[in-house]
């Protein structure tokens, strides 16, 4: 495309503007009149193309603006205690890596046991959110407890450890800014026993 860029104009203005003129004064000025209208084909077509180059640009610039002018909420970390004789604890950190705050910050996370075989918990809905809202700053963090953890015996430990059943943590964050456009983010975590991490099985977001 730069070559054509190049190369085009100097066709147009000198090479057959240059022929326009010989045939014109050499009485040919049918062919001279050809000659001109093709080396002003040449130029319109470089107009065009630089036209449409700035009409992409623009708008791939307009749409960078639009994902980076935004609160933009993820998961940092889950810190979580797995141990017989106690609930399932877990916090789940949210981190804001937009560039504006996140304003009504409604998040809420369940943990749940599911027999081996069984499908993994589906993501939480809006509906389940009932969280109090509050404001994520660019780059702050928030902690979000989990509200329903099952209470682990230790037979659910050895069940655990054997791959018969697995522990989940099904998370979810509503959120707006400042022009009242919502936003959201869901995940689902997977309690990986050997390396004492959660696993991330799938994210939902806008």
Same mark, same amino acid.
């Given at each position: ?43 319109? /077509?470089?107009?065009?193309? =630089?036209?449409?180059?700035? @009409? !992409?640009?623009? +708008?791939?610039?307009? *749409?960078?603006? $639009? ?73 702050? /963090?928030?902690?979000?407890? =989990?509200?329903?953890?099952? @209470? !682990?015996?230790? +037979?659910?430990?050895? *069940?655990?450890? $054997? ?44």
């Amino acid at each position: 495309m730069d070559i054509l860029m190049f190369v085009l104009p100097i066709i147009g203005t000198f090479l057959l503007g240059s022929v326009a003129v010989a045939e014109w004064y050499g009485g040919n000025k049918i062919r001279a009149i050809w000659f001109g209208l093709a080396g002003v084909f040449c130029i319109l /077509v470089v107009v065009a193309i =630089l036209w449409t180059q700035a @009409i !992409l640009a623009d +708008g791939a610039t307009g *749409a960078e603006a $639009k994902l980076v002018n935004r609160p933009t909420i993820g998961v940092d970390n889950i810190n979580s205690v797995v141990q017989a004789g106690q609930k399932l604890s877990a916090v789940i950190i949210w981190k804001n890596t937009g560039s504006i705050p996140a304003l009504n910050a409604r998040s809420y996370v369940r943990g749940k046991s599911v027999p081996k075989g069984i499908e993994p918990p589906a993501f939480s809905s809006e509906a389940d959110n009932n969280g109090p809202p509050g404001v994520l700053l660019p780059g702050s /963090v928030s902690s979000c407890p =989990l509200s329903d953890g099952p @209470i !682990l015996t230790q +037979g659910n430990i050895d *069940a655990i450890n $054997k791959g018969d059943v697995s522990l989940w943590v099904v998370g979810r964050i509503d959120y707006s800014d400042d022009n009242g456009a919502k936003y959201f983010m869901a995940f689902r975590a997977e309690y990986n026993v050997s390396g004492r991490i959660w696993e991330f099985v799938g994210y939902e977001f806008r």
